[in-house]
């Protein structure tokens, strides 16, 4: 099945410009230009509303921007893995200061499915809500791995690169966070009445 999503997580920049764009605010225009959306829908992935998906990305590409020079990335590659995992540090501590999440509960309880094209018949069946409550109840490296695999559609060689660790770390890792979050849904399900014990 084709779900519209790019297969890798890079934007295949040639590695000329991302070594330009460590003393050119030209050449950094273009890697934003070629990242922006790739980086907004995973923001949104995480975050779960645009608007503050897109304050996030602003302070994601703002870092990036100035830390280029003293980072240094030397490929497209690099310059991938180190904008996820920038990505991934922002948005865990807009996370961790929302209120205790009251904001967020507020978000999941009104949320749709993804605004992206990734879905097909089946996911339309997904109580989108409860799914999105229950991803709120793993560890936020956990959040990282099933929004990366699933709604992004990146490979565990791809996600070992963003998340500094090896392929077989990763596979170990997407297992236990689907176990958990199997069990969360499952107990959901439940006490919703929409699944017998």
Not at 27 to 48: P, S, V
Not at 83 to 99: D, E, F, G, P, S
Not at 156 to 171: F, H, K, L, Y
Request: a positive charge.
């Amino acid at each position: 099945m084709s779900n519209g999503i790019d297969k890798t997580y890079t934007a295949g920049c040639d590695d000329g410009l991302v070594i330009r764009s460590h003393k050119d605010a030209e050449g950094f225009g273009l890697l934003y230009d070629a990242y922006y959306e790739k980086l907004f829908k995973y923001c949104i992935h995480r975050l779960y509303d645009r608007d503050i998906a897109e304050e996030v990305l602003g302070e994601i590409f703002f870092y990036l921007a100035n830390t280029i020079a003293m980072t240094r990335p030397s490929s497209d590659k690099a310059f991938a893995g180190w904008a996820y995992r920038v990505a991934n540090r922002k948005i865990n501590r807009r996370l961790k200061t929302m209120l205790r999440r009251r904001q967020l509960a507020v978000i999941i309880a009104q949320a749709e499915p993804p605004e992206t094209n990734i879905l097909d018949e089946d996911d339309k069946k997904i109580i989108w809500p409860m799914l999105y409550e229950a991803m709120m109840q793993l560890s936020f490296s956990r959040q990282n791995i099933i929004t990366l695999r699933f709604l992004e559609g990146f490979k565990a060689a791809e996600i070992s690169e963003i998340m500094r660790t090896g392929p077989d770390r990763v596979r170990d890792q997407i297992t236990a966070a689907i176990g958990q979050l199997r069990e969360i849904l499952n107990q959901k399900l439940t006490r919703a009445g929409l699944k017998k014990e």
